[in-house]
């Protein structure tokens, strides 16, 4: 076996192997080993092919791929040891064998990946060359007498000229004073060995293995992950003390644009570099099936992760409730309603009408339950002689005819021939009927319906013996007030009463409202008024102390205003709003519903809270009047709800509809109530709403500010007089809080905080 090494230049870099040579062409030098291959041109041997799948693109950068046996494995190349695909490192070939691989007389420099050799002082290489490799027979032989005498001293050499000599460094060394050449005779300087000093950094990279500082040597760098270069990744010491090339960079990885994904949009996105990440929603509709939200770039330059499955939301046919009728356009994505219709002979008893298809793919639980109809719910006298029912039925304004059968008997006697048939018609829910009966009997009455199902029901009716002192005609005046006529029973003769007061609510079941107390008069017309809450019930029981004398009447109070809605007043910009909807407590009656209206600014101090014209957006008046933007039912309202105002949904009938870009509107919220066939209201201004395009809002944003706080003011005005008012007006327009009507009783306190008030505000607490 022979081993040869050469030494060449070329300006390129590259690496590779051939069958039984392994070779290593790197920056500026070429070497190579043969082994068994004498006469063999280079050229004549096949190159392997490196393009192996996974083994091949798993060596390492100082690694080739071989093909041993049929199968590709990874060999360190020249001059570096290792597995050949997690690590190569350098060979120190100058420690090799017991030998020295330099030969006699010499120095061995170790370089990353290769060595050379120098001649020790005194010798010379037998090729002339400053440097070698000794793969050719090159040694190092003793030098003539002149450069064996030791004058030009160590690293040195002597060089006969006419008459005497110079002395000149050995190749790897300079003088320290820079001279080309020098005398020994008085001089101090000396030959230093020439070193490049530290390798220049790489930005975003770092240097490989290990490496010298000595002309030759070589230095591998490596770009950090999610970097790469398109350059040489390596510098190496030259012969002038610099390293080349001195510019190295590496590029961060760039992945791009994040791919789109079908029925999904990107929620966040940063920036497209090496470790970024997208996060992708699916769109209105939709709902995610599979896969991950979020995809990132990673090290190889592309999007990882970006595999989200988004599937149309379906939510089926719904269920069908009993005794009911659907009515459905057959659409089951999202959004959809079924509404429900109870069947004839049934009445709906239950929260709403409709269900709508859901974010969950499902239809929405509701509370719609049809009962069979009652005629003769809740039969009860009141009056001693008068008979009160409650007629619950889906076909409202149908009237019913009821015949009244009456079988009377006195208590005093056997038999009494009393025999009576009469009939009713009425489409009232709660009819009510008296009857004409003796005193001191009792009476059976039978009702029976004759206009639908046949229904019957008997009460019995007791009537009193009327007694001559006790009182009669009995009248209710003022809602809450009582008066009746008194027998008088002699002069100076007093009566002394007793009454027991119990009122109740149907829509509050925890209200309870009593009083007892006593009554004496001399009076024959005695009047009282009782202390009694609105929209109440009321049993007033009065017994006549001395005749042990009761009667029972019943008196309903009429609801007031409902409470002054307690709002958080809002000076805010953009299509949709964010309100909260603060509930009220049902004092002054049931609190049926919540409107949301919404005005043109201009136009707000046009609004009349006891309007019931509740205009829809799609009206022919909304561009004038305004528009009810939202209904709520009491019992679907909960403290501090949110309200979108502009979402495009439909509340109650009315179409919420987003604000028109470039107007300014008044927001008012209504609080109605209805009770017994009564319907009062109370209104508040809401919100002042700037919806201006994106490049007028940093232009508006102070005079918008500064235009809130003199509608608080003006609003907190209007609210310190609204008492006032309402004894005089009933109910003032609300919209005065917007339109800056003068009161001049409040406006002197508040005119000197006008100054004070920040032009920035956009949120103002009204307590």
């Known amino acids: 076996m022979s081993v040869r090494r050469i030494i060449g230049h070329t300006p390129e870099t590259a690496s590779g192997s051939m069958a039984g040579v392994d070779y290593k062409h790197h920056l500026g030098t070429v070497l190579y080993a043969e082994e068994g291959l004498q006469g063999e041109k280079l050229s004549s041997i096949p190159i392997v092919n490196r393009s192996v799948p996974d083994v091949c693109a798993t060596c390492h950068i100082h690694a080739t791929c071989h093909q041993v046996e049929g199968k590709s494995v990874c060999i360190c190349n020249y001059g570096f040891v290792g597995n050949g695909r997690t690590h190569c490192q350098d060979k120190d070939e100058c420690q090799i064998g017991a030998n020295k691989i330099c030969g006699n007389h010499t120095l061995c420099h170790n370089t990353h990946g290769s060595f050379y050799c120098v001649c020790l002082d005194g010798y010379r290489a037998s090729n002339n060359n400053k440097t070698f490799i000794p793969n050719d027979g090159t040694n190092c032989t003793d030098i003539d007498e002149c450069e064996e005498s030791g004058l030009c001293g160590h690293n040195a050499r002597c060089v006969n000229t006419e008459g005497s000599y110079k002395c000149y460094c050995n190749d790897g060394y300079k003088l320290e004073s820079g001279a080309h050449s020098f005398h020994p005779d008085g001089n101090k300087d000396s030959c230093q060995e020439i070193r490049c000093g530290s390798p220049p950094e790489m930005e975003h990279g770092y240097i490989v293995g290990n490496y010298s500082l000595v002309p030759g040597s070589t230095v591998h760098y490596e770009c950090e992950e999610g970097f790469y270069s398109d350059e040489g990744k390596l510098s190496y010491c030259t012969a002038n003390e610099a390293w080349e090339p001195a510019t190295l960079r590496c590029k961060g990885v760039d992945c791009g644009d994040p791919p789109s994904i079908l029925n999904a949009r990107p929620a966040s996105a940063s920036k497209t570099m090496y470790g970024s990440k997208v996060t992708y929603n699916c769109v209105h509709g939709y709902f995610i099936a599979s896969g991950n939200q979020t995809a990132v770039c990673n090290a190889n330059g592309r999007w990882d992760g970006a595999d989200l499955v988004c599937k149309e939301i379906d939510c089926g046919r719904p269920s069908l409730i009993p005794h009911t009728e659907m009515i459905w356009d057959n659409s089951t994505r999202l959004w959809s ?92 829910d709660n009819p009510k009927v008296c009857l004409d009966l003796n005193s001191g009997s009792n009476y059976v009455v039978n009702i029976t319906t004759i206009s639908s199902t046949n229904t019957s029901v ?310």
Not at 350 to 372: A, P
Not at 406 to 425: A, C, K, M, S, Y
Not at 677 to 688: F, G, H, L, M, N
Request: charged share 20%.
């Open 458 to 767: 008997s009460v019995t009716v007791a009537v009193q013996t009327k007694v001559k002192e006790a009182f009669n005609n009995v009248l209710i005046f003022n809602d809450t007030c009582l008066r009746w006529w008194r027998n008088i029973r002699g002069a100076e003769t007093e009566d002394r009463y007793s009454f027991h007061v119990q009122g109740q609510r149907w829509y509050q079941k925890g209200f309870l409202h009593e009083m007892t107390f006593n009554l004496t008069t001399y009076k024959q017309a005695p009047e009282v008024c009782f202390d009694l809450q609105p929209g109440t019930n009321y049993s007033v029981n009065i017994s006549m102390v001395a005749l042990n004398f009761s009667l029972m009447v019943s008196m309903t109070t009429r609801i007031t205003d409902p409470p002054f809605p307690d709002v958080e007043f809002v000076a805010a910009k953009g299509s949709a709003p964010l309100l909260r909807l603060r509930k009220a407590e049902d004092r002054n009656g049931p609190i049926s519903l919540y409107q949301v209206i919404v005005l043109p600014l201009g136009l707000q101090s046009t609004f009349i809270c006891e309007s019931f014209a509740a205009a829809t957006f799609f009206s022919n008046t909304t561009d004038t009047k305004g528009y009810v933007a939202a209904e709520f039912q009491a019992k679907d309202v909960a403290d501090n709800m949110p309200v979108a105002l502009g979402d495009r949904h439909y509340y109650g009938k009315f179409y919420n509809a987003p604000l028109k870009l470039g107007n300014e509107y008044c927001v008012f919220l209504r609080i109605i109530s209805e009770w017994n066939k009564v319907r009062t209201q109370s209104c508040a201004v809401w919100a002042q709403i700037k919806n201006l395009p994106p490049t007028l809002q940093y232009m508006t944003v102070v005079v918008f500010g500064s235009l809130a706080a003199v509608c608080l003011i003006l609003f907190l005005s209007f609210s310190a007089a609204r008492s006032y008012l309402h004894s005089a007006m009933h109910s003032p327009p609300a919209a005065l809080a917007c339109e800056g009507v003068r009161l001049s009783a409040t406006m002197d306190m508040t005119q000197a905080r006008i100054a004070s008030s920040s032009l920035e505000t956009e949120n103002v607490s009204l307590l």
């Open 337 to 428: 309603r079924v509404y429900y219709q109870c069947k004839e002979g049934y009445y709906f008893d239950g929260d709403r009408n409709f269900s709508e298809c859901t974010m969950d793919q499902e239809w929405e639980n509701i509370t719609y339950v049809c009962k069979e109809e009652e005629l003769f719910s809740n039969l009860s006298i009141f009056n001693e002689t008068c008979v009160k029912w409650q007629r619950k039925t889906g076909r409202r304004g149908v009237q019913e005819t009821y015949t009244f059968h009456i079988l009377g008997q006195r208590w005093d006697e056997e038999t009494f021939p009393e025999d009576v048939i009469f009939n009713i018609t009425t489409s009232e």
